[in-house]
């Protein structure tokens, strides 16, 4: 069935589309790394200020920057599917990738987490208050999470399995 799915994929019209416009990879790539920079610098803003290490403006005004995050994710995971389908087999088949989607898994139930349970408390602290411990894990996953995304991305290259 796995290989049922990536063969479709590899056949969608996106797939045609980037395989053969000489330059649509590029402009997915360039997407990707720009979602990416949106999505990182918006939750450093966010992050930061829930850990404790900027102590600027209130944790409602640094929780407002989610939204520009989930911008950065869209154009991500947009981007993404490009760069996916130009050669699904070979993507799948590289346990970097498997790490990498793993970790997104991950930080997206830490997100869940967020919005369910700690986003509430954020909204009614004063500016320049703490927050909890549970807070603070919550924000500091969500960096390191985001961090091991970004290395893993980064290993993809280098540890191909085919061309891509």
């Not at 610098?41 to 929780?63: E, Q, T």
């Not at 981007?79 to 991950?106: D, R």
Request: proline content about 2%; glycine content about 8%.
């Amino acid at each position: 069935m796995e290989t049922q799915i990536l063969d479709w994929m590899a056949q969608t019209p996106l797939a045609h589309a980037v395989r053969n416009i000489s330059w649509l990879f590029a402009v997915c790539e360039t997407v990707h790394f720009f979602g990416l920079s949106v999505l990182f610098g918006a939750l450093l803003l966010v992050d930061l200020r829930l850990v404790g290490l900027w102590k600027l403006g209130s944790g409602r005004a640094a929780i407002a920057f989610t939204y520009v995050a989930m911008i950065g994710f869209a154009l991500n995971l947009i981007s993404g599917l490009g760069c996916f389908s130009n050669n699904p087999a070979s993507y799948w088949a590289n346990p970097i990738f498997k790490l990498k989607m793993g970790l997104i898994v991950l930080a997206g139930l830490n997100l869940l987490w967020f919005e369910l349970y700690e986003k509430r408390k954020i909204a009614l602290l004063a500016t320049g208050d703490a927050t909890d411990l549970e807070t603070r894990i919550v924000a500091s996953l969500s960096l390191l999470l985001w961090v091991l995304v970004i290395i893993a991305g980064r290993f993809l290259p280098v540890t191909a399995t085919g061309s891509s």
